[in-house]
C-alpha cells in the first residue's frame, strides 16, 4: 500500500529548518505486516527531541529516514501471529521494542532491550528489515516507529492498546514523553508525599515528570527551566516553585529526588548542584554523544549522592502505559494540558525549529481521518 510521511533526506542542515528544509513530506510504499507486525492508521504523533537530535546530527541515523517515534492510531490488519489486537483498535506507539528473551529485559526496565535497541540503531523493525521503500530505494525506520506517516508497519512488541475513550492526540503522548518523564518518577524516584522533587528542563518530557508526581501526590514539586513562559505553564499545572537555573543556585534550593530532562550537560551540572545530601539525581534528558558535564567527584561519596541514568523513565510499556491512562481516566494526569500546538505533517520542518528554540512543549502532528 501507499502512505505519506515526513522522510529526512539530510542531517546537519543549517537552521532555520523552515528555509533549508531537511524533511520532505514524500508518498512511500509500505509493505504488508509480517506474522509478527501490524498495519497501523497514524492518527495523532508528537513531535519530541528525539526526533530533533536526528535531524541536527546529535543522534546520527541511516539516511533516508521516515521520523517519528510518539505515536497513537487505530489498528487496520494484523500478522498471522497476532492474536490479541483486532481491527478498529486504539494503539500507542512503543519506540523501544521488548524481545522480552535477553538478560537486559530480565530487569523489569532498568535496561533497554538488546535486540530493540540493535534493530533502532540499524533503522529496522524488531523482526523485519524493514517495510518502506521509495521509487525502489529503500527507507529507514525510525526507533522501530516512524509514526510522521498516514500508516505504518510496526512490529507488535511496539504497541500498546489502550481504550477507545483515550483521545489519540493524548494516547500518542503516553508512547514517550509520559513514559520518560513519568517513569523517572515512577519507576525510579519512587517518592512518597513528603519528599521533594524538582525538574530540571520543562519540556514535553519535564512537564510529564511534573504531572506524574503531582498525580501521585508528591507535596513538593519544584520545576526549573530558562524560559519564563514555561515556568509559567509550570506554576500552572501545580508546580510548587519555580526557578530559572540562576536564581536556584543563588538561592541555595535543593531537593531529595531531581529529574534532569533537558539534554544539555549544563542541565546536569545545574540538576547535580540541586540534589540534597543523600539525594539522587535521575537523568533522562541525552546530550550530544560528544558532550561532557563537570561535577564535583569528592561530593557523590561525601554527600552520599546518587546519580542514575534512566532510558525511557526505565519502563515496561505494557506495564506502565495501562497506569497512566487510569491516571488520565480518573483525572489526576491531565496530558491534554501538555499539547502546545496541533498542526498538520507539512508544518514539520517549521515544528522542528520552534522546537529547536525550546519554544514549544509538545506540537503535535493530527492525521485527518474524516
Not at 483498535?89 to 540493535?118: I, T, Y
Request: proline share 6%; charged share 20%; glycine share 10%.
Amino acid at each position: 500500500m501507499r502512505t505519506t510521511g515526513a522522510v529526512l533526506e539530510e542531517i546537519g542542515r543549517a537552521r532555520p529548518y523552515a528555509q533549508s528544509r531537511p524533511i520532505a513530506v514524500s508518498e512511500l510504499e509500505l509493505g504488508d505486516p509480517g506474522p509478527t507486525e501490524v498495519l497501523v492508521a497514524i492518527e495523532a504523533a508528537g513531535i519530541c527531541h528525539s526526533d530533533l537530535s536526528v535531524v541536527d546530527g546529535n543522534r546520527p541515523r541511516l539516511l533516508p529516514m521516515l521520523l517519528g517515534h510518539e505515536a497513537a492510531g487505530t489498528v487496520i490488519a494484523t500478522g498471522a501471529r497476532v492474536s490479541d489486537l483486532v481491527a478498529g483498535q486504539r494503539v500507542v506507539m512503543s519506540f523501544l521494542p521488548r524481545c522480552e528473551k535477553c538478560d537486559a529485559c530480565e530487569r523489569g526496565g532498568q535496561l533497554p532491550c538488546s535486540e530493540g535497541s540493535r534493530s533502532n540503531n540499524a533503522g529496522e523493525l524488531l523482526h523485519h528489515p524493514g517495510h518502506l521503500t521509495r521509487a525502489g530505494d529503500r527507507v529507514r525506520h525510525h526507533l522501530g516507529v516512524s509514526g510522521f506517516a498516514t500508516h505504518v508497519v510496526v512490529d507488535r512488541a511496539s504497541v500498546v492498546p489502550v481504550g477507545a475513550d483515550v483521545p489519540a492526540e493524548i494516547a500518542a503522548l503516553f508512547g514517550c514523553a509520559v513514559l520518560t518523564g513519568g517513569g523517572a518518577v515512577l519507576n525510579v524516584a519512587d517518592p512518597r508525599p513528603r519528599d521533594s522533587l524538582m525538574v530540571v528542563g520543562l519540556g514535553g518530557v519535564g512537564m510529564a515528570a511534573l504531572l506524574v508526581a503531582k498525580a501521585i501526590g508528591v507535596g513538593r514539586v519544584i520545576a526549573v527551566d530558562r524560559l519564563p513562559e514555561k515556568l509559567a505553564m509550570a506554576e500552572e499545572l501545580g508546580a510548587s516553585e519555580v526557578y530559572t537555573p540562576d536564581r536556584l543556585r543563588a538561592e541555595g534550593i535543593r531537593a531529595r529526588y531531581v529529574v534532569k530532562c533537558a539534554g544539555h550537560p549544563a542541565a546536569l551540572e545545574t540538576a547535580y548542584a540541586a540534589t540534597a545530601p543523600g539525594g539522587t539525581i535521575i537523568t533522562v534528558g541525552l546530550p550530544a554523544p560528544s558532550a561532557v558535564a563537570q561535577i564535583p567527584a569528592l561530593s557523590i561519596t561525601a554527600a552520599a549522592r546518587t546519580l542514575v541514568g534512566s532510558y525511557l523513565g526505565s519502563a515496561v510499556p505494557a506495564r506502565d502505559i495501562p497506569r497512566y491512562e487510569q491516571m488520565w481516566r480518573e483525572g489526576r494526569l491531565p496530558v491534554e494540558r501538555l499539547i502546545s500546538d496541533r498542526i498538520e505533517l507539512s508544518r514539520i520542518n517549521e515544528a522542528m525549529d520552534l522546537l529547536a528554540e525550546g519554544r514549544a512543549v509538545r506540537q503535535v502532528i493530527v492525521f485527518d481521518r474524516n
